[in-house]
């Protein structure tokens, strides 16, 4: 079992820019990659990047998000920068066993975190 806690989401304005942080513990080395999602009220859960244990990345935003490992903190993190308010949703990260990559769907990841807010306000 992988567990992961989502931090730094907040109110910001249009333009700033916010670091998310997404911790992992327990059995660590199941995970063989860690995305992170968004869900905007009333839409399903999109990938934003993410990234493998061996360091590969995958971005589906416009670059102006950057995905990262912290590996003296066992976390993955989230840099978000020139945000806009259609970037405000619950960002959540996941883990999966999988080996395969890129993997875009949430369906193919095992562990969620309970997620962080973000809003942007303009």
């Known amino acids: 079992q992988v567990h992961l806690v989502e931090s730094g989401g907040r109110s910001v304005q249009t333009g700033g820019s916010l670091a998310l942080s997404c911790a992992l513990s327990g059995d660590i080395r199941n995970a063989n990659a860690v995305a992170w999602f968004r869900q905007r009220p009333k839409e399903q859960r999109e990938m934003i990047a993410g990234?493998?244990?061996?360091?590969q990345t995958y971005n589906t935003n416009s670059g102006r998000f950057t995905i990262s490992w912290d590996s003296v903190n066992n976390a993955v993190l989230l840099q978000m920068n020139s945000l806009k308010p259609e970037d405000t949703a619950v960002y959540y990260c996941a883990a999966t066993e999988l080996l395969n990559w890129p993997l875009v769907n949430a369906y193919f990841y095992d562990y969620w975190g309970q997620g962080t807010q973000v809003t942007v306000s303009s």
């Open positions: 990234i493998k244990t061996d360091g």
